[in-house]
Nanobody
Framework: QVRLVESGGGLVQPGGSLRLSCAASGMNFKLFPMDWFRQAPGKQRDLVAR???????NYTDSVKDRFTISRDNVRNILYLQMNKLKPEDTALYSC?????????WGRGTQVTVSS
């Protein structure tokens, strides 16, 4: 069974940085595109970044030049490096994979950007 476990969230001041991790198991990690999503209170869940199995990446406009998605295909871990954080980045961040036509999500890790 696919399992995704996020970590690394917390409270950070505006302008600060965090690195999120997502440990994956139950799948051949290196073969699959992986995503980071986020959901702020009262809002829909939005795609933040995607990394393909090739390593190519895509970002939503609001995080370009601030966030970096990466993957370690040996340790089966997905990362999201977040720099220059803003209050509007406050959300529950979750990793996602579509595996055998099913969507799998972790429980998420909370990121709060506040002074």
């Amino acid at each position: 069974q696919v399992r995704l476990v996020e970590s690394g969230g917390g409270l950070v001041q505006p302008g600060g940085s965090l690195r999120l991790s997502c440990a994956a198991s139950g799948m051949n990690f290196k073969l699959f595109p992986m995503d980071w999503f986020r959901q702020a209170p009262g809002k829909q869940r939005d795609l933040v970044a995607r990394i393909e199995s090739s390593g190519s990446t895509n970002y939503t406009d609001s995080v370009k030049d601030r966030f970096t998605i990466s993957r370690d295909n040996v340790r089966n871990i997905l990362y999201l490096q977040m720099n220059k954080l803003k209050p509007e980045d406050t959300a529950l961040y979750s990793c996602h994979v579509k595996y055998r036509q099913r969507d799998f999500w972790g429980r998420g890790t909370q990121v709060t950007v506040s002074s």
